[in-house]
């Protein structure tokens, strides 16, 4: 039996052990309308560009962002009505995925929804549900555009966690528009992922 195999048999021989109540007295109760504001402190602190509007008001929202935009790219989950004033053509990656080339295209934007959303973070959790899609769309495209309800804010990053169907799913985390900083500081933005980050805050 060689090192490995010692560590591995050590490990399955293990008893589980106790559960640990770890106490959560960071975690601080906040009204909705509160998480709102932290959250667009903080996304407005990244560069993002947050727009509010109310459900009815979404889809004349969506085509504002979205003025000058040909094409766009959007998961199969979301809803018709979203896009139902938007004048441009809509790529469905469904049935078959869009090929890296189609994402990269200049002037492409992709639209998503969310799973949860942190607001001490700023921070948009994507969980590859319907209305999010695959991570490439969020990834390639240089211009996304998310749609938050406000019912999806939560405090911090532990409710995020609980709110989230299956924690086991590949997530995507989105603090504000992809950027990286030199030695020197000097802020590059859209090496990584999109360059422009727009946050619709649909109130209930």
Avoid: F
Wanted: hydrophobic letters at 40%; aromatic letters at 2%.
């Amino acid at each position: 039996m060689n090192a490995r195999e010692e560590v591995l048999r050590r490990v399955r021989a293990a008893r589980p052990a106790e559960q640990v109540v770890v106490p959560r007295d960071y975690e601080v109760a906040r009204e909705p309308d509160d998480l709102v504001e932290l959250l667009v402190d903080r996304l407005v602190d990244y560069k993002a560009t947050v727009h509010r509007c109310t459900g009815d008001g979404l889809a004349g929202t969506l085509a504002e962002v979205l003025a000058g935009t040909e094409r766009i790219v959007v998961p199969s989950g979301v809803p018709q009505e979203w896009l139902s004033a938007y004048q441009g053509d809509v790529m469905r990656d469904e049935p078959r995925p869009l090929a890296v080339a189609d994402l990269d295209a200049p002037g492409i934007a992709v639209v998503t929804g969310c799973a949860v959303v942190v607001a001490e973070t700023g921070t948009l959790i994507l969980d590859a549900g319907p209305d999010q899609g695959r991570r490439a769309l969020t990834l390639v495209p240089d211009h996304h555009i998310c749609v938050v309800h406000n019912g999806q804010i939560v405090a911090g990053v532990p409710q995020a966690l609980r709110r989230l169907a299956d924690p086991t799913r590949p997530l995507t985390l989105v603090s504000g528009p992809s950027a990286t900083s030199d030695i020197e500081l000097n802020r590059v933005e859209g090496v990584h992922g999109p360059r422009r980050l727009d946050v619709v805050i649909v109130d209930r």
